[in-house]
């Protein structure tokens, strides 16, 4: 979110959500412990796994694997790794050798991976890739898993801490119709202490997959239905019970809650805290490691009046933070931080929606992930939106007009306008998607979520907010490609927003710049602190009591830092640092401590004065 200053928060009478059987206010929850230090350094093993800086240290037969010829594309950037694809007798290979730092009890292998064939066949593995360590196949691929774009793949290494072997790919093929398999992005990223902080960093529920189905009612400020959310315990530690945060309810009040949860299944609801935006579900039995579970419950939620992320700007109604998501639990316990209405407190796991919204047809329903809409009962429409690896979903729904188009890389970007917004203004905030969607993926990654939706409103007293694939957004250029830009900066890499914003905003920020082409020279020379206690890496719950400095130093401060972090380095390490700290944290969670760890591997120079000097502690 961007925040402007000097503007009111608009205000207008909440309505009460019609729906029965509702779980009653409870009692405040308890403050949450200080966060556990980090136990490890972390460290990214693979060298070069872009294919950017050549071929070395990469050894591949034939030398034409790693390649940028057309009939293949990368990734992000321009090269990658092509085995294979001949439709005759071949086997090619990829390896370098990597060393896997003892002391780390988690190694993660990650890597993108497309293949295409000819083959027609359902049920015969004719050609294979196959994923080693060492002597010790880690995975094998064939035909049968070929698939219309990339996918990333995880693999735990974690067996190999301490031992340099040689990570290699072998592509075989048989004597007819091709296979192409087509690699990029390829990192081994280490983290976890061998001794873990009190109970257990392994942050959960983990892998949670939402099923959600709303009517609206004629304006689109009233929904109500079901939920459920399938999640599995990733913890050592037994799970007995989760959290739902119902964020919107700070817009109401415990005796008046926009968001309402009944009729819970699957556990059972125990007392609503932290102002009635966090709701504990106790599970039947305590949830083992690797085990299952899914909670259901009905759903009833009300659009209050004002241009606000949530809310509604007389007949069109913006919907973000209304559907209940789980927190997360790691070696800090439960993350139930309050919502702050100065910045963002939305720290979830990635997730996959499948969210279902009948409408009046009058009203167009963007929303997160992609849509398609067919027809309900009388003059209505069944908008389904599905979401992959995504953070939250959030829509909107009003008589919107409506442009598309699509970027160069080739993502489709739309654009949705209430009254009031002229048309060249609406096509120049097409024109600045497209463009800052493709400069953003060159830099950090390609764009995974299909479609972008971008609302705009010159209304909003805020700048802008971001959700996965969909953005809230005055007509501003500057705004809309920092929006854009926290698609990567939060919504692929995620972070605990409440406890490290400047890991989302302040990258975002750098992020902006350099899609704008600015270099921000001799920003740094201008920082003048206002306490001893002033840190580029406070909390919200610090920039809450200080919020007139919360945008200077957060958003200011902290692009500044990054730019005088590149000149110290050099633009060529600063681009391939944050391109691969992208790859190596693509759908996972990013700390201070990780950055600031992977920062220092991309440099000889010692950078420990370097981060006192710009109050980047962690």
């Not at 509604?312 to 973000?320: C, E, K, N, P, Y």
């Not at 905003?505 to 001799?522: C, H, M």
Request: charged letters at 15%.
């Amino acid at each position: 979110m961007r925040p402007t200053p000097h503007k009111a928060l608009g205000t207008g009478v909440l309505a009460v959500a019609a729906a029965a059987a509702l779980v009653l206010p409870g009692t405040p929850a308890a403050a949450r412990p200080a966060t556990a230090p980090a136990a490890c350094t972390p460290a990214q093993a693979v060298a070069n796994g872009g294919f950017e800086s050549g071929t070395a240290p990469w050894t591949a037969s034939p030398s034409t694997v790693i390649t940028s010829r057309t009939g293949q594309s990368a990734h992000a950037g321009g090269s990658y790794a092509w085995l294979d694809g001949s439709g005759g007798t071949r086997t090619d290979t990829l390896g370098q050798s990597v060393t896997i730092p003892a002391g780390c009890s988690t190694a993660t292998l990650t890597f993108w991976l497309h293949i295409d064939t000819a083959e027609t066949t359902s049920s015969t593995a004719y050609d294979k890739l196959t994923v080693k360590i060492g002597s010790t196949t880690l995975a094998t691929y064939s035909n049968l898993d070929k698939n219309t774009g990339y996918v990333q793949k995880s693999l735990d290494v974690s067996s190999f801490a301490g031992q340099t072997v040689n990570l290699s790919f072998t592509g075989t093929e048989d004597s007819s119709l091709q296979t192409s398999f087509v690699l990029d992005d390829i990192a081994l990223d280490t983290s976890g202490g061998t001794t873990p902080p009190p109970g257990d960093s392994t942050r959960t529920p983990a892998a949670p997959s939402y099923t959600v189905s709303l009517a609206s009612d004629t304006s689109g400020t009233a929904w109500t239905g079901h939920e459920s959310v399938t999640f599995t315990n990733a913890s050592a530690a037994p799970l007995g019970e989760v959290y739902l945060r119902l964020w919107d309810n700070y817009h109401g009040s415990c005796d008046a809650m926009p968001i309402k949860v009944g009729n819970v299944t699957g556990g059972t609801a125990g007392a609503l805290s932290v102002a009635c935006t966090a709701l504990r579900i106790d599970l039947p039995s305590p949830l083992a490691q690797g085990r299952s579970a899914t909670v259901g419950f009905d759903l009833g939620i009300t659009v209050p009046s004002g241009a606000d992320r949530f809310g509604h700007d007389g007949a069109f109604s913006f919907i973000g933070n209304a559907l209940p998501v789980l927190a997360v639990r790691d070696g800090a316990g439960w993350h139930l931080d309050p919502y702050t209405n100065n910045g963002e407190s939305f720290y979830s796991l990635a997730a996959d929606f499948k969210v279902t919204l009948d409408h009046p047809s009058g009203l167009l329903v963007p929303a997160t992930g992609t849509s398609t809409d067919t027809p309900g009962s009388s003059g209505r429409t069944v908008t389904t939106a599905t979401a992959a690896k995504v953070r939250d979903f959030a829509w909107a729904a009003g008589p919107f007009t409506k442009i598309s188009g699509t970027s160069a890389a080739g993502v489709p970007v739309n654009v949705y306008s209430v009254s009031g917004i002229s048309s060249s203004s609406a096509q120049s905030m097409l024109s600045t998607a497209r463009s800052a969607v493709d400069a953003h993926a060159a830099r950090f990654g390609a764009y995974p979520y299909g479609e972008l939706d971008a609302v705009i409103d010159n209304n909003y007293w805020f700048g802008g907010m971001e959700y996965p694939g969909f953005v809230l957004d005055l007509v501003s250029t500057t705004a809309l490609t920092h929006e854009i830009g926290h698609q990567w900066w939060y919504g692929i890499v995620g972070d605990d927003e409440y406890n490290s914003p400047w890991l989302d905003e302040a990258f975002t920020d750098y992020a902006t710049d350099l899609a704008q082409g600015k270099t921000g020279s001799g920003c740094w020379s201008s920082v003048s602190w206002a306490s001893g206690a002033e840190k580029i890496t406070n909390s919200m719950a610090y920039w809450d009591a200080h919020s007139s400095r919360y945008s200077t130093v957060v958003y200011g401060y902290g692009k500044c830092a990054l730019h005088d972090l590149r000149r110290l380095i050099g633009d060529t390490a600063m681009s391939k640092l944050l391109k691969d700290y992208a790859t190596a944290h693509w759908y996972g969670v990013s700390t201070t401590a990780e950055f600031k760890a992977a920062a220092q591997a991309a440099t000889s120079t010692d950078l420990t004065s370097f981060w006192t000097q710009h109050r980047i502690d962690g």
